[in-house]
């Protein structure tokens, strides 16, 4: 049988249970990946297998999102073309200089960061 590398991102609690399952089945990580995608595709309808992440906006976060975008649709078109030009006009007037360029790139370990910098030398 053929196989195909993929790479994904996971969280990383997710990772951690999926490693302690794959572990009291004495699995590889792969192989437990493949029994829940197996599952995944054989039920009989999408409603079966649910996603364990929260519905949007019920963390302190996400409320707050809901409630500015519920703010915003309250307004009229013409108000929020305007909101939107002035916001626009800020940015410009705060923008970096040309040529200069500001990033913030952030690492999980030193670990990471040594990697980074070494490949960017």
Not at 88 to 104: F, K, S, V
Request: aromatic share 8%; proline share 6%; glycine share 4%.
């Amino acid at each position: 049988m053929p196989y195909a590398r993929i790479a994904i991102t996971l969280p990383k609690d997710v990772l951690s249970a999926l490693d302690r399952r794959a572990k009291q089945l004495d699995q590889s990580r792969s192989r437990a990946i493949v029994a829940a995608i197996r599952a995944y595709l054989s039920a009989p309808s999408p409603a079966v297998v649910r996603e364990a992440v929260p519905a949007y906006g019920t963390d302190a976060f996400g409320a707050a999102r809901r409630a500015q975008l519920e703010r915003d649709l309250a307004r009229s078109p013409a108000e929020r073309l305007r909101i939107a030009e002035a916001a626009a006009r800020t940015a410009r007037a705060h923008r970096a200089p040309r040529g200069r360029r500001h990033q913030i790139i952030g690492f999980d370990s030193y670990d990471d960061f040594y990697e980074w910098k070494q490949s960017h030398r």
